[in-house]
């Protein structure tokens, strides 16, 4: 693509719904996937007379949340009503914070080390939702049971500058979330759900653009392609001499494209006011204190630490920290096992595809690290060759048992006995006879296919060092015999 004469300006907003047992007002279950309507009660279905009451385990989760984003705690927030009507809002007001939020700033930091900033963190509780079943004659249906589920809501600064970055800072947001251990981040579940707002302004120029807002972003590939479709349309517009209008598009993922939902309504449009039935958020530097006290080791340290305390590359080291049960499951192979480049190389290649291809964590796997550390033993002592170990690997996925077990019952130990090996060449050199000429004759390419049959007659077996020193001497020894 030709370079454009325009900078990509963008924001993005992430709901998160914390890890409570009960709703963020009342004590109804904060859970997915129940019967519809069955987790619900006065206070969240918004009758009247009903108080909400906090309930200070999500005031903890949102605190742990905005700690590990490096966010300020305000030790004074409020509460707010954010007034609209729809019918998943049975009260007709979402309770929210407006102007004095729990967190102000804050930042996650990207692969490049650069970093992207926050304006702020909220608390407030989720809406219903509505469900449109098929062939149902447009009739839709609401489930009230995620009304006043507990979110926070984090606002980048309107700082990111093209859709790859929007997609790293959703990878590098949901990794803190998850190892602060404050949402389960499940998509599919609705637990993190991200809207985004794109606008173009000239190269150079200071002043922003008009926006428009995309909302309906499922995963995070859908959102780098709803901007990236966004980018593309805005410049054309602009390009045509055209205005770019301030509207909200919705994004389908089907047919890759958005289209508009409807005029955007302003922020004064949601009339808020503090909520008069719940009195300031009042978080004492204790509480900070002692939370921030229980946050583990975060992602981006931890990837450090991997690199100078391992020796492991930095891709390896953004993979094994990915998750911080993978780097847990590492560390203790790392523990027990020496050779770190090997052990990385193992767990981010066959380790993980096993683990996506049965859909499992590390902390379930059938092959634990102790076993995976004895079996990679074996590789270097070079008893088993590691396309070995991956067969042995693949039983004790399977079947379980002990590495050496596994190794004796496959015969998959490695030739390394010399006699043996030389037994292996002369065969070879018989059976091959055109091609060893072509190697006399200077063909040096032709080693390599020799190799090839002796490794292939020993069932693979054969210890490639071994067998290459064996080959090439009985070879030389060859060439000798002629010149005599
Ligand atoms: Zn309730």
């Given at each position: 693509m030709a370079e454009s004469p325009f900078d990509i300006v963008i924001g993005l907003e992430v709901h998160a719904r914390l890890l409570t047992e009960s709703k963020i007002f009342c004590p109804c279950a904060n859970r997915f996937g129940e019967e519809p309507n069955s987790l619900v009660c006065p206070v969240c279905l918004g009758m009247p007379g009903v108080l909400p009451v906090l309930n200070h385990r999500a005031v903890d989760l949102a605190v742990r949340a905005a700690l590990a984003l490096d966010g300020r705690i305000r030790p004074v927030s409020v509460f707010a009503r954010k007034n609209y009507f729809y019918p998943d809002l049975p009260k007709g007001y979402q309770i929210s914070q407006f102007d004095r939020p729990f967190c102000e700033g804050g930042a996650v930091p990207l692969p490049d080390g650069s970093k992207i900033e926050l304006i702020r963190i909220h608390l407030e509780e989720d809406a219903g939702k509505l469900l449109h079943p098929e062939g149902d004659d447009g009739h839709s249906l609401v489930d009230l049971n995620r009304c006043g589920d507990p979110l926070i809501e984090i606002v980048t600064a309107p700082v990111i500058t093209s859709p790859e970055e929007a997609y790293l800072f959703l990878v590098g947001l949901k990794e803190i979330l998850l190892y602060a251990g404050v949402s389960d981040c499940n998509m599919e579940e609705g637990s993190l759900r991200c809207d985004a707002n794109l606008s173009l302004r000239p190269r150079g120029e200071t002043k922003l653009g008009t926006k428009t807002e995309l909302k309906n972003l499922n995963s995070f590939s859908a959102v780098r392609a709803a901007l990236r479709w966004e980018a593309t349309r805005q410049e054309r517009t602009l390009l045509d001499g055209k205005k770019v209008n301030h509207e909200t598009l919705l994004w389908n993922a089907e047919t890759k494209e958005a289209s508009p939902m409807r005029t955007k309504e302003e922020a004064h449009d949601y009339r808020y006011f503090p909520e008069p039935d719940l009195p300031p958020l009042v978080i004492d530097p204790s509480r900070i204190d002692s939370i921030r006290a229980t946050l583990p080791e975060l992602p981006g340290p931890k990837r450090?630490?991997?690199?100078?305390?391992?020796?492991?590359?930095?891709?390896?080291?953004?993979?094994?920290?990915?998750?911080?049960?993978?780097?847990?499951?590492?560390?203790?192979?790392?523990?027990?096992?020496?050779?770190?480049?090997?052990?990385?190389?193992?767990?981010?290649?066959?380790?993980?595809?096993?683990?996506?291809?049965?859909?499992?964590?590390?902390?379930?796997?059938?092959?634990?690290?102790?076993?995976?550390?004895?079996?990679?033993?074996?590789?270097?002592?070079?008893?088993?060759?590691?396309?070995?170990?991956?067969?042995?690997?693949?039983?004790?996925?399977?079947?379980?048992?002990?590495?050496?077990?596994?190794?004796?019952?496959?015969?998959?130990?490695?030739?390394?006995?010399?006699?043996?090996?030389?037994?292996?060449?002369?065969?070879?050199?018989?059976?091959?006879?055109?091609?060893?000429?072509?190697?006399?004759?200077?063909?040096?390419?032709?080693?390599?296919?020799?190799?090839?049959?002796?490794?292939?007659?020993?069932?693979?077996?054969?210890?490639?060092?071994?067998?290459?020193?064996?080959?090439?001497?009985?070879?030389?020894?060859?060439?000798?015999?002629?010149?005599?």
């Open positions: 450090e630490r991997f690199m100078k305390e391992y020796g492991v590359r930095r891709y390896d080291a953004e993979v094994l920290t990915s998750s911080a049960e993978l780097a847990d499951y590492y560390e203790k192979v790392a523990a027990r096992f020496p050779d770190r480049a090997l052990a990385a190389a193992f767990l981010t290649g066959t380790f993980l595809r096993y683990l996506s291809e049965d859909d499992t964590a590390p902390g379930l796997a059938p092959v634990g690290p102790g076993a995976l550390a004895r079996l990679l033993s074996l590789v270097r002592d070079e008893t088993i060759s590691l396309s070995a170990a991956k067969k042995v690997f693949d039983v004790l996925w399977k079947e379980g048992g002990e590495p050496a077990e596994v190794v004796d019952r496959l015969a998959l130990r490695q030739i390394s006995d010399e006699g043996e090996v030389e037994k292996l060449v002369v065969s070879v050199i018989d059976e091959n006879a055109p091609q060893v000429e072509q190697f006399l004759g200077g063909k040096e390419k032709v080693f390599g296919f020799l190799v090839g049959a002796a490794m292939k007659k020993s069932g693979g077996r054969a210890n490639p060092s071994v067998l290459g020193e064996a080959l090439r001497a009985a070879l030389e020894k060859r060439r000798g015999g002629r010149r005599a």
